[in-house]
Structures are given as structure tokens and as C-alpha cells.
């Protein structure tokens, strides 16, 4: 089943901060997420591990709650060049390697 | 490579006709991933290959959708009688051996697939 993501759009003005969700049905082994800007191609941005704690690098942080199935992407105090689609990838317990993607998050930061 | 190659990156075809979209992966890495993204979508997951195993083609939509990929490198994804809703870009994207996975994707720039 397709995670389900939320809000479907955000859109701020520079320096605001932005929490985009992603939740899951099925019981997770980890959570990637991605962003994609308009013409490109998605790109990796962290991944969040079954048992993992919280990461992130610099104002780009996410969390995964294994036993709501729900990982949380953050970003603070927004750059222009964070406008984008952000995509969660979820990997099930019995995926292999094989993520399902949820239909993406579109980030527009203003001046 | 440095990074995953696809080709051709634009590609207009009649409808009916039989498309190859092909995809080159990271040099080592062992996993390859077919996606389709429809215009403004999320991304739609086709079929994905593992080193010598059997590939997951639980994804493709239809028949007409086929894929191999040779000597555990470059891949292809053949689409026969192409129709109007085939239209999206279609991506490929590869990491590295790990089950479960423990590495983030490489997409490459993908295909844009255009059936009129």
C-alpha cells in the first residue's frame, strides 16, 4: 500500500519552518526520504532505520515512529533552495530493497 | 559510472508502436529499479532487479511492460504497442547490494516517454 503524505503543498516565505508527513499502514523496516526539484531527478536525502534515532544534517531533520508507522521530515528556518517535491520511500519488513513511494510533498519557499 | 545514465532523455512516438528505454547503472552497484512518474505524480514502482535473482515485476501494468537487464549491468525496458496513458517519464535508479536496504537510491534523469 502507497504511504499517504501530508500536507499535499506548503508553501513559505524564507527563514519558516515546515513539518511534511508520511504514514504507512504496514509494519516498516525504514523510511528514505527524497527531493525532487522541477526537471530533475529525485535525490536522496537521509534514510531512517527500524530502531534508528532521529537524523538530519544541517536544518533538514526526520523522525520514524516504528509503532505509528509514521515518519516526520523537518525543516527549519526554509532556504529558497529547498523549494521542491519531497517523496517518503517506505521499505516493508518483507521488501527486499524495493520502496514504495507516497505521491510527494510540494515545497514552494518564497523570498 | 559516476552516476546512473538513461536513454534516450526525450523520446516521441506514434501510438502502437514499440518503445526500449534503456538504463546504466552505478558501476557496483548490483540493484536496479524501474519507476514511472505520471506528470505531477508520485512515483509508480515497475520492476526491479537484484544481482542474479529472479526480478520483481510485480509492478508492471500490463504485458505489454517488459524488462531484462544483462550481465548484471545495463538494463531495458521495452514497452510494446505503446498507448497514450504509457506517457510519464519513466525513471531507473540503483544502489547498492543490500537486502534489507540500508542505502539511499541514485535515480538517473530519466525518460521522458511521450505516445501520440
Known amino acids: 500500500q502507497q504511504p499517504v503524505q501530508s500536507p499535499q503543498a506548503v508553501i513559505l516565505r524564507e527563514g519558516e519552518d515546515a513539518v511534511i508527513n508520511c504514514s504507512s499502514s504496514?509494519?516498516?523496516?525504514?523510511v528514505h526520504w527524497y527531493r525532487q526539484k522541477h526537471g530533475e531527478a529525485p535525490v536522496f536525502l537521509m534514510i531512517?532505520?527500524?530502531?534508528?534515532e532521529q537524523k538530519g544534517h544541517e536544518k533538514i531533520s526526520a523522525s520514524f515512529n516504528e509503532k505509528k508507522q509514521q515518519s516526520s521530515l523537518y525543516l527549519t528556518a526554509s532556504q529558497l533552495s529547498y523549494s521542491g517535491t519531497y517523496f517518503c520511500?517506505?521499505?516493508?519488513?518483507?521488501?527486499?530493497?524495493?520502496?514504495?513511494f507516497g505521491e510527494g510533498t510540494q515545497l514552494t519557499v518564497n523570498p | 559510472g559516476a552516476g546512473v545514465s538513461q536513454s534516450p532523455s526525450n523520446k516521441v512516438t506514434e501510438k502502437g508502436k514499440d518503445v526500449e528505454l534503456r538504463c546504466d547503472p552505478i558501476?557496483?552497484?548490483?540493484?536496479l529499479y524501474w519507476y514511472r512518474q505520471s506528470l505531477g505524480q508520485g512515483l509508480e514502482f515497475l520492476i526491479y532487479?537484484?544481482?542474479?535473482?529472479?526480478?520483481?515485476k510485480s509492478g508492471l501494468p500490463s504485458d505489454r511492460f517488459s524488462a531484462e537487464r544483462t550481465g548484471g549491468s545495463v538494463s531495458t525496458l521495452t514497452i510494446q504497442r505503446t498507448q497514450q496513458e504509457d506517457s510519464a517519464v519513466y525513471l531507473c535508479?540503483?544502489?547498492?547490494?543490500?537486502?534489507?536496504?540500508?542505502?539511499?537510491?541514485?535515480f538517473g534523469s530519466g525518460t521522458r516517454l511521450t505516445v501520440v
Open positions: 535508479a540503483s544502489s547498492e547490494r543490500q537486502a534489507p536496504l540500508v542505502y539511499g537510491y541514485t
Open positions: 504496514k509494519a516498516l523496516y525504514s
Open positions: 531512517l532505520l527500524k530502531g534508528g
Open positions: 520511500g517506505l521499505l516493508g519488513e518483507t521488501s527486499g530493497s524495493r520502496l514504495t
Open positions: 558501476s557496483g552497484h548490483t540493484a
Open positions: 532487479f537484484q544481482g542474479n535473482s529472479a526480478p520483481d
